[in-house]
């Protein structure tokens, strides 16, 4: 029976620092909280470039899925590999992008689930404020700070709060200082 367990821990243990198979990354635990950079992961960051190719595996010999063609846009890094990161679209689709694609800018989408409902913008992080814009869905902002349910953000002629809930970019209740 000991030896039957000790050969399984073995098995195991080849399997986790191989991979699985030679190409495969290894598996990561439910609740992991610190990837390989030992920054937090999952978490959100932003293209770095205009061109960004998505990947199906962690390496450059793997076929490209698809390509983002616009810095800026916020993606959930999900995984680590050496230098390349898992990520996840607000679609959710996944990935595998190369680290230096990425940067650690926060942005956010607004409503990118919904087609037609625009997006009330305050002067302050509460329900009552003076509303100063309403965003359309898909609308790319840059994320100063979240605080109490509302995140702080502004593009190209607006700035204001948001309820954190209608951006993708952001964990619900996600504390961000500035």
């Not at 390509?67 to 916020?74: E, I, R």
């Not at 593009?155 to 209608?166: K, M």
């Amino acid at each position: 029976m000991a030896r039957s367990i000790a050969i399984a821990f073995f098995l195991l243990t080849l399997g986790v620092m191989t991979g699985g198979t030679s190409m495969a990354p290894p598996a990561f635990a439910q609740g992991t909280t610190t990837g390989a950079t030992g920054l937090p992961v999952p978490r959100f960051v932003s293209l770095k470039s205009d061109r960004v190719n998505v990947r199906l595996g962690p390496s450059r010999e793997h076929d490209i899925a698809w390509t983002f063609v616009q810095s800026g846009l916020p993606v959930e890094i999900i995984q680590e590999f050496e230098n390349w990161r898992r990520i996840r679209d607000w679609e959710g689709k996944q990935g595998w992008v190369f680290h230096s694609l990425l940067s650690g800018r926060r942005t956010a989408l607004v409503t990118p689930w919904e087609k037609d409902n625009r997006t009330p913008l305050r002067a302050r992080s509460q329900s009552d404020a003076d509303i100063v814009a309403e965003l359309e869905p898909f609308v790319l902002a840059a994320v100063g700070e979240c605080a109490g349910g509302w995140c702080r953000v502004s593009g190209e002629e607006f700035n204001g709060w948001l309820d954190q809930t209608r951006l993708f970019g952001v964990y619900p209740d996600e504390l961000i200082e500035d």
